[in-house]
C-alpha cells in the first residue's frame, strides 16, 4: 500500500522545496475552502449557540486525524497541532456565522434566517 509520505520527492535546493510546497498548496486551500464552508452549514443547522463548541466531537477527530496519519506515514504528533488549531479557526468561524445568521433573522417565530428565501 502506498503512503503519502512516499509521495515526498527529494529536493536539492529550497527553490525546490518551496515549489513542491506551492504546488500542495494550491490543492490543499480549495479543500480547506471547502471544509471551512460547511462551517456555515453547521452553523444554520446547529439550534443552540452552545452547540458550536463540540468538545467529543473535537476529539473523535483528533483521534481519526492521528489515525490516518500514522497510517500515511507521518508525525500524528504534528497533525494533531495543526487540527486543532484548525478546528479553534473554524469554531471561532461558526460561532460568527451563528450569529451573523439569526441577527438578520425577522424576529421571532420567524423560522427563516438572514440570506435564505422562502
Do not use: W
Not at 510546497?21 to 449557540?49: S, W
Amino acid at each position: 500500500m502506498s503512503k503519502a509520505i512516499d509521495l515526498v520527492q527529494r529536493c536539492t535546493t529550497m527553490e525546490d522545496v518551496r515549489r513542491q510546497v506551492n504546488a500542495l498548496d494550491d490543492v490543499l486551500v480549495p479543500l480547506l475552502v471547502t471544509r471551512i464552508g460547511y462551517m456555515t452549514q453547521a452553523a444554520r443547522i446547529k439550534g443552540d449557540v452552545n452547540q458550536v463548541r463540540d468538545e467529543a466531537r473535537i476529539e473523535a477527530i483528533v483521534q481519526r486525524v492521528r489515525e490516518r496519519t500514522e497510517q500515511e506515514g507521518g508525525q500524528p504528533d504534528v497533525m494533531e497541532a495543526v487540527y486543532r488549531q484548525l478546528m479553534e479557526a473554524c469554531i471561532a468561524y461558526e460561532h460568527r456565522e451563528f450569529v451573523r445568521l439569526r441577527a438578520g433573522s425577522r424576529g421571532p417565530g420567524s423560522d427563516q434566517l438572514a440570506g435564505e428565501q422562502a
